[in-house]
């Protein structure tokens, strides 16, 4: 019904060819919450934020419209089924608020959160002694990312932008990551990561009959990461910068997270 809607529409105002333009929120490109292998149980929460030193922006060769989210607040419940495994259920809400345009010419911010729930698993092993441990985490997060789409009838009488709306859509996304930590003292854990993340990127114009949002789960990009661990009894703090250095489609600056985890000791 809605594809006849639409091609009696094009019939009656002798639009030949629409062109869609659109603009997608996307989260900031940031690594999962790290993980640790001396809990039972543990819960951690994040506040990434994307610092004003270097605004992201759409990367030379990139013809995507994308605002990028300032704030993305993260978390992950992790259950050990030894001191090597574990399974984690995972969740995230970027905020609209406060987003950056990745390039000058991109449309308005769409206006809504993007959020999304997933599912992973954590391998924990220790590396010459127990203070040092190598942590090997998949994740896959399922993501609902809005965008604002309008149309332009190139061969319409009046081929001025209509007024767009608001299209949301399912998207995943996947990563693989190595964290690397070693106890400096106790109570203090020093980490390092890297991983591989997929980026969700669009088209900012494109033709199309429907006037739908059209947006992929995007390249993958490396991720590297810098943090620190402090225990305050049975919570501890995790500050961290993360940067993604493959800039595709978006070119980032640092990117700081304040974690917070609390959980029951082995």
């Not at 030949?16 to 543990?42: F, G, H, I, K, W």
């Not at 013809?63 to 607040?73: E, I, Q, S």
């Not at 040092?132 to 932008?161: G, K, M, N, W």
Request: net charge negative.
């Amino acid at each position: 019904m809605r594809g006849a809607a639409i091609a009696v529409f094009l019939v009656l105002t002798g639009c030949e060819m629409v062109r869609v333009q659109q603009s997608t929120l996307v989260p900031a490109l940031t690594m999962p919450p790290p993980p640790r292998e001396d809990r039972v149980v543990d819960v951690y929460l994040e506040d990434a934020t994307v610092t004003f030193l270097s605004q992201p922006q759409r990367a030379p060769n990139s013809d995507a419209g994308l605002w990028v989210t300032r704030h993305k607040f993260q978390g992950a419940v992790s259950v050990h089924a030894s001191k090597h495994m574990a399974l984690r259920i995972l969740g995230y809400e970027a905020l609209s608020a406060g987003a950056m345009k990745a390039a000058p010419t991109t449309l308005q911010n769409p206006g809504r959160n993007t959020r999304g729930v997933g599912f992973g698993f954590a391998a924990s092993l220790p590396v010459g002694s127990p203070a040092t441990q190598l942590h090997i985490v998949t994740d896959l997060v399922f993501a609902e990312v809005p965008s604002y789409v309008r149309r332009v009838c190139e061969d319409c009488e009046d081929p001025s932008p209509q007024r767009g709306r608001i299209d949301v859509d399912p998207m995943a996304i996947a990563s693989l990551c190595l964290f690397g930590s070693h106890r400096v003292a106790p109570g203090t854990r020093l980490r390092l990561g890297a991983g591989v993340v997929n980026h969700p990127t669009n088209v900012e114009e494109f033709n199309n009959d429907a006037v739908d949002a059209e947006i992929n789960d995007g390249p993958v990009n490396v991720v590297l990461s810098l943090g620190v661990e402090v225990d305050l009894d049975w919570v501890s703090l995790a500050p961290q910068i993360q940067w993604p250095v493959t800039r595709d489609p978006v070119v980032y600056g640092p990117i700081v997270g304040l974690g917070v985890r609390a959980g029951f000791e082995r």
